[in-house]
């Protein structure tokens, strides 16, 4: 099936409960409140973790085309941390992203955000950056590509051309990592440069 007929036949647009429009301004404690006791008036596609002791449960609403996965302070009614996923169409591949990420300065769950990159690259087989980068951000996915190939992942940098897509993979037969993530990093991490034609992949298969 195509990712158009995936489209076409409706599955996103019967996807499980999402909050749709997320703004993201969940530093604003009213905002944050709000929205936390939405998500526990729903029930969640999974819970991940749930820990009554210290009040928090870590759940996954939506599906995996188009969901979220949100900590929430039960005690406090409060989320902690949230992140928005999306499936796109690239290199002909479909490939899974964190569109969104908030987070607040306490997290009772250790390495988190690694946990949650490794749940999605679990289920989708590749991940790519998202087409808008922070400082964080940036350093965030350096530190993923470094133990991708620790773990003997495959790593690669895509480039969206008006003549041909590629993805440029990193082949240790061929270069040294360091000198390979420095060229290529120096490049997508630039301010200048479009984030939506230029990501980062993390795949389980070359494709």
Known sequence: MS???FLN????AESPFIIPHTNFELDKSDYNSKLASEFLAKTPVEVLEENDARNYILSRYGDWNDGQIVLIDKKH???MYLVEFKKIKLYNTIMI????VWRSV???INKL???IFNILLDHNKIICSDSEQTPNGADFWR???SNAVNNNLFV???EEDMHEDTIEWFDSKKEDYRSWIKSHFDKWSSINIDHTRFRFVISKEKY
């Open 113 to 115: 955000a690694d946990r």
């Open 97 to 100: 992203t964190q569109s969104k």
């Open 9 to 12: 036949k409706g599955y996103l």
């Open 3 to 5: 990712f158009q007929d």
């Open 77 to 79: 009614i409060e989320i």
């Open 143 to 145: 530190l993923q590509m």
């Open 156 to 158: 690669g940098l895509f």
């Open 106 to 108: 306490d997290s009772p």
